[in-house]
């Protein structure tokens, strides 16, 4: 189980939240109780989210679980993502600038803007007719 202490993450993107926990360990990410390699439907959105532990090389040092929950599989990539980096910032604080310069340790603003009444969406509108 965890050797030594355990460093705790959270991650937000678009309405995904990523609660992270890691300790030292060989390298087994799970999120839900699941392998992260089967839990992803794309390799790319797996390889986005553990890009953090590859920038730092990381990556066979960590054992990292993840608890999920909210939008779908690239919303909640990102979200783990940031909460992998957050997490690890707090295992070794050396790492910042080279979390920083990857960009891994900012949130992500983008959220969906709300549909407008009138119209048929955010900002599609209906179509007119002259006639």
Do not use: W
Request: glycine share 12%; net charge positive.
């Amino acid at each position: 189980m965890a050797h030594g202490p355990v460093y705790i993450g959270t991650g937000r993107r678009k309405s995904s939240v990523a609660r992270v926990r890691l300790m030292r360990g060989t390298g087994n990410i799970k999120i839900n109780g699941t392998d992260a390699v089967s839990y992803f439907p794309h390799e790319r959105s797996y390889h986005h989210a553990v890009a953090p532990l590859h920038a730092t090389k990381m990556v066979t040092k960590y054992d990292v679980i993840v608890r999920c929950n909210g939008g779908g599989f690239n919303g909640q990539a990102g979200a783990l993502r940031l909460g992998i980096a957050r997490a690890l910032l707090k295992a070794d604080n050396s790492l910042e600038a080279k979390l920083r310069d990857e960009g891994l340790l900012t949130r992500d603003p983008r959220e969906k803007e709300r549909k407008k009444y009138g119209q048929r969406g955010a900002r599609a509108g209906f179509q007119f007719s002259k006639r």
